[in-house]
Structures are given as C-alpha cells and as structure tokens.
C-alpha cells in the first residue's frame, strides 16, 4: 500500500504546486476583496505570482529529494512499470501536457503586445541634503502652542489635502478615484509613520517634480505647494496630517 | 620537553623584542590618549574651533564643488607646456584630493581589493574561533579525530592568512595612493590606533604560525596541549582585537564622532572609535565571520568528499562538512537579531541613512539579501533533513520534514515579499491602491521579524530532531543524576535573568506616558514566557521533558510569531520609539526558547540507548553540492552587504563631515553592483580555490612517501590492504 502511495509522488507535488497557482490566480484576489470590502477583486501581481510559484516549485523539489526513497519514488513515476491504469494514463498526460505547457509559457511571452512597462519604484528616495538637518518647529514647543499648531494644521490639511487624501487621511478623498495610482494612505503604518517630519516637509514643499527618476515622478500627481504655502504652514499641515491619521511621525532615538 | 624548550627558546627573543616595541610605542601614543577623554570632548565643542586641545584636520566644506582630478590637471599641464606660469606651478604642487588607477575607475579598484580583503579576513578570524573549540572538544573527550580536524581546519587558515595580509597590504597602498586627501583625514583621527592595528598584526601572525607549527610538537602531556589551546585563545583575541579596530575606522565613516563636524577637528579619539555603530558592527561581524568560516569549511569538505577515493576520506569529509554546517547554522541563528541591531542603530545615528537603506535606493539590495538569506536556512535545513539518511532510527522522525519545508518555505515567501512592488501600469489600476494587500502585510518589518523569528525556531526544530534520530528509549530524568539537575537549573536561572531583568528594565525606560503604554504589553509578554519556562523546567523534573518543550515551543511561536506580528503594526503606527524594545523582547523570547529546549534535549536524552548509530559518508552527493550551494551564498551575502554598508554613505567619505567629490561619487545601478559583486564573488571563490590547493600539495607529498615506504618495506599484500583502507 505504502509503494502504492509513494508511486504518486511527482504527482502529489504537480497537485500542490497547480493548487498554489490557483489559490494565488483566482482564491487570493477573491479573499481579500472580501476581508478589505472592496468593489473590485485584488489581483496578485504578476512579480509576487512568479516569486511565489518559483518557491512553490522549489518546495516541492526539495520535499522530492529529502531522502534518497523518495528521490527514486518521485523519478520513478515516470519510467515505464505494470503499475495500475491511472498511472500510465497520468503518464501520457503528463508527457503530453509538459510540452504543451512550455510551448505555451514560451508563445505568451513572445506574441507581440503594448503593456506598461513594469517599474522598480522606490518608495522612499533619498532625502536631499537641504532638507536633512531640517527640525518641525512646532515638535518642541510647549503643549499648548503644539495643540494650536495641530488645529491650525488640520484645517489648512482639510483645506489643500483633503481633496485627495480624505478628510480622514486614508487616502479616499473625492478626487482619489480619478487617478491611475491612488492618493497614499496615511493610516497605513508603512507610509508617514515609517519617516521623520522633514521627509514630509520635503514631499510637500516639492511635490512630484521633486522626486527622483527612481520614484518615478510620472506615477505621482502630487503637486509642488513651495509657491503656494510657507514654510510655516507646511510644518503645521504636518501636525494636523499625523493627528489626523492617528499615526506618529519617526523620532529621532538617543544613541546607546 | 626538549622540543618545547627549543620551541621557546628561539620564540623568546622575538616575542621579547615584540614586547619591546609594543611598550615603546603605547607611552608614545598615551600622549595623544589623555586628550581623548569624554571631558575633553564637550569642553571642546563648547569652544568650538578655538579648542586648545585636540588634533588640527583639514578644513572640509560640505557640499563644496567637485575638484579637478589628477588627470585633468595633468592634461592642463601637459597643454599649456612651453608656457608654464608660476599659477600652474603651485596647481601642480598643491595637495591631490584623488588618483585615478591606470585610468580605471578608483573606487571599483577599491571596492574589489577590500571586499576580497574582507572576505579573507572573515575566513582567517572566524575559523580559528571553532577550531580552537574543536581542539577543547577533541581533548576533554580524549576523541582524536577532532584533533585531526582541529589541525586541517588551522592549515586552511595559514594558508589563507598570507593571502588576506597581501590584499591588506595592497588595500592600504590603495587607500593612500587613490584617496590621499581622505586617508589624510582618517590618520590624522587614528594615527595611533594604526600602530597598534601594526602590533596586534605581529601578534596574531605569531600565535597563528606558532599554533599550527606546535601542534605536534605540543602533544602528550595535559600542560602542553594547554599551552596549545592557549596559543589558540591568544590568536583569537589577537584577531578579534585587529577586526575591532578596522571596524572603528569603517564605522566611523558612517557614523562620525568625535570631532567638531563643522571642521573636523578631532577632540576625541575615544569617541571616534566608540562611534554609534561600532559595536553593532563589531558584534555582527563577530558572528557573520564564524558563520562565513563554518560555510567555507563545509564545502571544502564537500569537495574533499566528491573526489574522495576511499570509504575512510569520505567518512571523514562528511564529518567535516556535517561540522562546516553546524558551525555555519549555529552562527546563521543569532546574526539576524544581530543584524536588525545594528540596522536599528543606523536609524538611531541617521533616520535619513536609515530611510535610504530600507526605503530607499537600498531597499531592493535588501529584496536581494531576502533571497540570499532564505536560501542560507534551506540550504543548512536540506542537508540536516538529508543528514538524517546516515542515521538509523531517524525514520520516526522524517514524518515532520513535510512540515518545516512548508513553515519554512511560507516564512520565506514573507520574509522576501517586498513593500513596494514592481508592478505595471494596468496591475496599478487594478490593484487601485498603493499597496497590495501582500505586500502590505508582509513587506513591513513587523512581519519581517515575526517569519525570522519562526524560521529560526524551525531550524532549531530540524536540529533537535536531527540529534535525536540516533537515540532510542531514554532514561527518567530523575536517574540523571546531579548533572542533570544543576544543569537545568541553571538554564532556567539564565533564562529568567534573561526575561526577567529586562521586564524590570522596561519599566524604568524614559519615555512620554502616552508612548510608554505600548510598552506594557512586552512586560506582559516577558513574563509569560518567563512562567512558561519554569513550567518547561518543572515538566522536565517530572519526566514529562518533552512535553515541556513542546509547550514552550507552542508559546515561543505564539508570542514572538503571531501576537508580535500584529503588535509591531500598532507599535509602528502610534509609537515608532517602542520598536527597539520590541525588537528586543522578540529576541529574548525566542532565545529563552532555544537555550531551555536544547538544555532540556541535552538531558533528557543522556545515557539514552543508541538506536544504530551514524555511517558516516553515506550521504548523498546532492547533500555536498548543498553545501558548496551554501558557500557560494554566503560569500555573495557577504559581498552584497559590504557594498550596502559602504554604499549607505552615497556621496561621503565620512558622512555628513568630509564629502566624495571625485567623479565616481555616484550610486551604482543594481545591475552594476550586481556585476561587480559577481566578479568579486567568482575571484574570491578561485583564490580561495588556489589556495587550498596549494595548502594540499603538502600533504600530497607526504601521502605518497608513506605510501612508497610502506609499499618498499611491507610484503605486497600488506601495502595493497593499507592503501585499500586509506
């Protein structure tokens, strides 16, 4: 019984390694609409999908030849034997479908089509030097200036951000559906909360045409307000946007 | 005896000279030493540029406009020859900030020279750290076959020590002749640790020839072998000493202090060394370094294994490789804890270096660094699972196998799930947000840490079952004895001064009150698991060991996995200053874990019955090239994060003090990088090749006189039998 079993390894791993790629194609995108009340299924992107199913592979190889048994179990499936019918029939599939599945992989990557190119954005790039040393004046005020500065910077958030970012500053404001890459999200703990004030200051004051060819400034409608607001207000929006969001800038730490 | 006092006699002469120098040149340097003290460094910077004491340096301006390299004032001059003004003649004598080398880009020559000088050096400090333990090993347990490995592992390392001097060597002239005005900066700061760097050299060159030399000769009696290990504990503080120091002038080029940074005075030399990242840097080199030499040596076994001719040699390279792995994963486990150390401590000292190196133009090194190091805990868990063929009776525990792969495999998919995604245009409409909801929740460092934390635990898993293939019904724990006992005890007293003090720690810590309630539920934590291991502990004494591990292991992933998980999303979101303290009681909490359960293993399977035993060499051969897979990642590793940790200080030599304004003062393209770091990787990888094999031919020689000496004066059948068996 058990050499019956282990007869059917290649197969086991082909079933496992088909059942990720459809919990990844079609289950995944389906789940997270759920869990995230969207309107729209959450694809997986095509960089995560090649990752995942190359360690998918890779597991199922590495389970394959753990001991010298099982090795000979996996490659033996496909030598000829008077096993029972369903092996000599997954046989021939198997020798059937391989080549067809290369020649498809091979045909969908070579028929000419237009697609995006995929980009390597970079999320935080580099903060330029004038705006390194920079300090929020307001940060270390005494409470009740900073409690002002706060108001004061919610209002003018609500004013100029809110428009894309939402009056919560979730990144849902009513113009968020009209652009390609949607307004960020600051409630994310991944976004304002990972950097200090200044980074802010920097991405205010500039804008899109500020970033770097690395952050790709084409996906960003950011705009630049250095013309429109000053300093002092930028570093006020900046204290209403993080109590808006309920997130806490990056502090600098004193050194151990 | 007579050997030995010739030994020291003709040792002593030298070794008294070396003192002598050392001494001289110690006063000479205490001059410089009494101004760099702590006092001396705020008085200084309160007077500014006006400090009395302290060393004058070059003024550096930050920012300041690119200077003309050589070749350009070389070409101006040689245009204008015939007409030579006075004007020319000092532009030509005045001070050059940068060479080019024979034309060719500088920093690439640098960057090739020190990281194959550091990989090297990795290898000569990390090897003698576990053959000196092999050595102890062999000797208490009276096994000789240690001993013999002890000594093959010392002759790889006198082997590569002269190659690692040579690019030593050839760095230095480097450094001094590309970058003159920098290297100017970096002596007038560390003068005097560079003579001291000089004298340990002497040390560590002298202990290592004369720990490989008197190895026969320091054999026989208990003082002599003593005197042996001795050497070798010299030559590993010696080389600790020297990494130290070097660390010193590489941290400080990240994170300067000690000096005015608006002038760059130096006030302080204590504080130039003692810089932020300087232990972080010397604690994960420490243990990358043991690492790096554990990976070397198994696939210099693997390879001894494949052209291994008799059932003896295999045997034996198997061994060898099976300790490189150990010794490789037993470094492997704390050097990410070590590691998000010292990344934390560059956020500390720079939140923008920081940003730049996990958000920004690094952060895809570290996608990189993901894979490498994914690929370093299958690659050790593959040949243990592997290792388990050699074992009879290991066959009641490969049911668990198909379980780590599938832990293992899922920590890794996150471990390597990046936070921003390539993506294309049409998946960034789809998707109608910025993040993907993998790379949300799985690009963060909260999971980061959690899934590392639980490949950890699960390689240890793959430990534990690997050593208890081979034994069979146990004894109770009560019949262990007083070992036993005192044993466990003293684990659980470790591990509860562990949990314990730091809870107690963790109340005292100055924060604002609305930040420091998010420290509260790491006391919690600290605690629990405290109790746990006590439980553990408890179990143990009642017989019940086993189980006891099972629940602390249970709890371990609990906590440290799942609740910390969710926990550093909170923590990053209202209290970024709580992540060091997470981190922390992370790292504890799983290190509990592994000290307690391996004590445990330890003894309630003492005296267990043998189930078959090991046959050494049957492995096979795809387990070897595992472990030359092995090395050949960890040297990459090793050469990726040089140039990230080099790379961090984009357009500075020293960063934020004297700014890169030579040509070549760019960041490289990943694609550039990747290309270099091969090239580095494919030459270190000959070297070293060519080195082992000229380290053989010794042996060689010897093995065929034997072989010739045995066949001239032994009878025909006597001379086939001992080479048959050899």
């Known amino acids: 019984m058990a050499k019956k079993r282990s007869a059917f390894l290649m197969i086991w791993v082909i079933l496992a390694v088909i059942c990720l790629f459809m919990f990844l194609k079609y289950a995944s995108p389906k789940v997270f609409q759920m869990l995230m009340a969207k309107s729209h299924p959450m694809p997986t992107p095509s960089t995560l999908m090649m990752w995942y199913m190359i360690m998918g592979v890779l597991a199922g190889l590495v389970y394959a030849t753990t001991s010298n048994q099982k090795f000979a179990d996996f490659l033996s499936f496909l030598l000829p034997s008077r096993g029972p019918i369903i092996k000599s029939l997954l046989q021939k599939l198997l020798f059937v479908s391989f080549p067809v599945l290369v020649g498809w992989f091979v045909y969908s990557w070579s028929i000419p089509g237009a697609a995006s190119p995929v980009e390597l954005r970079i999320q935080h790039p580099t903060l330029p030097q004038e705006f390194e040393k920079l300090e929020n004046p307001f940060r270390e005020k005494d409470a009740d200036t900073q409690r002002k500065s706060i108001e004061e910077g919610k209002i003018l958030f609500q004013t100029y951000c809110r428009p894309c970012h939402g009056s919560k500053a979730d990144g849902n404001g009513p113009f968020a559906n009209s652009f390609r890459l949607r307004p960020i999200n600051f409630q994310d703990p991944g976004t304002i909360a990972t950097v200090v004030d200044n980074y802010l200051f920097w991405r205010i004051k500039e804008g899109a045409p500020g970033l770097p060819s690395e952050s790709t400034p084409w996906d960003s409608a950011m705009p630049s307000w250095k013309d429109d607001l000053k300093d002092d207000e930028i570093w006020m929006i900046i204290m209403g946007e993080y109590d808006t969001a309920g997130v806490m800038p990056r502090q600098r730490e004193k050194l151990e | ?726």
């Not at chain 2, 460094?41 to 930050?62: N, T, Y």
């Not at chain 2, 150390?341 to 000292?349: A, F, M, P, Q, T």
């Not at chain 2, 919690?524 to 086993?546: D, E, H, P, R, W």
């Not at chain 2, 032994?714 to 001379?719: D, L, M, R, S, T």
Request: aromatic share 16%.
């Open chain 2, 1 to 726: 005896m007579n050997k030995f006092k010739i030994l020291l006699q003709s040792t002593g002469r030298s070794f008294f000279a070396v003192v002598l120098l050392f001494l001289a040149l110690f006063f000479s340097s205490i001059s410089f030493l009494d101004a760099f003290t702590p006092d001396v460094l705020a008085q200084a910077v309160k007077e500014g540029e006006s400090a009395a004491s302290g060393v004058e340096l070059p003024q550096f301006e930050a920012g300041s406009q690119p200077a003309a390299p050589l070749q350009a004032s070389e070409g101006e001059a040689a245009a204008g020859a015939g007409t030579t003004t006075a004007a020319a003649e000092e532009e030509e004598v005045g001070p050059v900030q940068y060479r080019p080398f024979f034309g060719m880009d500088s920093r690439v020559v640098v960057w090739i020279v020190s990281e194959l000088h550091l990989m090297f050096a990795a290898f000569v400090l990390g090897v003698p750290i576990f053959a000196v333990i092999v050595e102890i090993v062999g000797y208490k347990g009276g096994d000789v076959k240690y001993d013999k490995m002890a000594k093959e592992f010392t002759k790889l390392l006198s082997a590569a020590f002269a190659t690692t001097a040579s690019l030593g060597g050839l760095l230095g002239f480097c450094l001094f002749g590309l970058y003159p005005e920098f290297m100017g900066h970096m002596t007038n700061v560390f003068a005097p640790t560079m003579y001291v760097y000089a004298l340990m050299f002497f040390g560590e060159a002298f202990t290592l020839y004369g720990y490989y030399y008197s190895w026969e000769i320091l054999k026989g009696t208990a003082a002599k072998k003593w005197f042996h290990i001795t050497l070798g504990v010299l030559l590993n503080l010696f080389g600790t000493g020297l990494m130290f120091l070097t660390n010193s002038w590489a941290t400080y080029m990240m994170s300067p202090a000690g000096i005015v940074p608006s002038t760059g005075k130096l006030v302080s030399l204590y504080h130039a060394i003692y810089n932020p990242l300087w232990m972080p840097v010397n604690i994960h080199r420490l243990i990358a370094n043991v690492c790096f030499g554990g990976f070397v040596v198994g696939a210099y076994a693997a390879v001894k294994f494949l052209g291994a001719k008799t059932e003896e040699e295999r045997a034996h390279y198997d061994w060898m490789g099976y300790v490189g792995n150990f010794v490789g994963v037993g470094a492997l486990i704390p050097l990410p804890f070590a590691g998000y150390w010292l990344g934390r401590e560059v956020y500390s000292s720079s939140p923008v270096m920081g940003n730049i190196m996990m958000g920004g133009a690094f952060s895809w090194t570290f996608i990189i660094q993901a894979i490498l190091i994914g690929m370093l805990f299958i690659g050790a868990n593959y040949y243990l699972w592997l290792g388990m063929g050699r074992i009879k009776g290991s066959e009641r525990y490969t049911k668990f196998i198909k379980y780590l792969i599938f832990v293992i495999f899922m920590c890794f998919a996150v471990w390597l799930t990046p936070h921003n995604l390539p993506l294309s245009g049409e998946e960034r409409a789809m998707i109608g947000e910025q993040y993907h909801p993998f790379s949300k929740y799985f690009g963060v460092m909260a999971a980061k840490n959690a899934v590392v934390n639980l490949i950890i635990l699960a390689t240890f898993f793959s430990f534990l079952i690997y050593r208890r293939s081979n034994k069979g019904d146990t004894i109770p724990f009560s019949e262990q004895g007083k070992a036993g006992k005192i044993g466990i005890f003293s684990a659980l007293i470790f591990c509860l001064l562990m949990l314990v003090s730091y809870a107690i720690s963790l109340n005292f810590v100055e924060l604002e009150a609305n930040i420091k309630v998010f420290v509260k539920p790491l006391i919690g934590a600290l605690y629990i698991q405290s109790f746990f291991v006590c439980l553990a502990a408890f179990l143990t004494f009642k017989n019940k060991g086993k189980l006891g591990q099972a629940i602390l292991f249970a709890v371990t992933a609990c906590i440290a996995v799942l609740y910390f998980w969710y926990y550093g999303f909170q923590v990053m979101q209202k209290a970024n200053l709580v992540l060091r303290y997470l981190s922390v009681t992370q790292v504890a909490i799983v290190m509990s874990c592994l000290i307690m359960n391996a004590i445990i293993d330890v003894f309630i399977f003492r005296k267990a019955k043998l189930v078959g035993g090991i046959v050494w060499g049957k492995m096979p051969v795809r387990s070897q090239y595992a472990l030359i897979l092995l090395c050949v990642v960890i040297v990459i590793l090793m050469g990726l994060m040089g140039f990230i940790r080099s790379g961090l200080r984009m357009d500075w030599h020293i960063y934020g003090v004297l700014q890169d304004t030579s040509q070549w003062a760019y960041t490289p393209t990943l694609a550039y990088m990747g290309r270099i770091v091969g090239l580095i990787v494919a030459l270190f990888l000959g070297l070293v090749a060519f080195v082992f094999w000229l380290a053989n031919l010794g042996d060689k020689k010897e093995k065929e006189k034997v072989k010739d000496y045995e066949y001239e004066s032994k009878p025909e059948g006597i001379a086939a039998g001992y080479t048959d068996t050899h």
